[in-house]
């Protein structure tokens, strides 16, 4: 089984930066791809940015430019460092990781940027 806990969510005004992170443990394989969706009120979950191990990262439209992904393969842990945030960036934000033929979620944390 793979567990993923994210952290790093919060309230931050408009401008502001956070940084995420997502630990991954268990079973997990040393080639995947790891990433970041997010959820907004009323909104289908859409995705941010994806980084397979070793490949080249793929962002979202709205957030390139703002956000960055990176990770950690020793760990692992995969990080979004979010910057120049906007309102409609609020959302929750779940960390998803990829390998094999299984699909795992994190449970969410919670970006709030509001003034």
């Known amino acids: 089984q793979v567990q993923l806990v994210e952290s790093g969510g919060g309230l931050v005004q408009p401008g502001g930066s956070l940084r995420l992170s997502c630990a991954a443990s268990?079973?997990?394989?040393?080639?995947?791809?790891m990433g970041w969706y997010r959820q907004a009120p009323g909104k289908q979950r859409e995705l941010v940015a994806l980084i397979p191990t070793g490949g080249r990262t793929n962002y979202a439209d709205s957030v390139k430019g703002r956000f960055t992904i990176s990770r950690d393969n020793a760990k692992p842990t995969v990080y979004l460092q979010m910057n120049n945030l906007k309102p409609e960036d609020t959302a929750v934000y779940y960390c998803?990781?990829?390998?094999?033929?299984?699909?795992?979620w994190g449970q969410g944390t919670q970006v709030t940027v509001s003034s």
């Open positions: 268990g079973s997990i394989s040393s080639i995947n791809t």
């Open positions: 998803r990781l990829l390998q094999l033929r299984d699909g795992y």
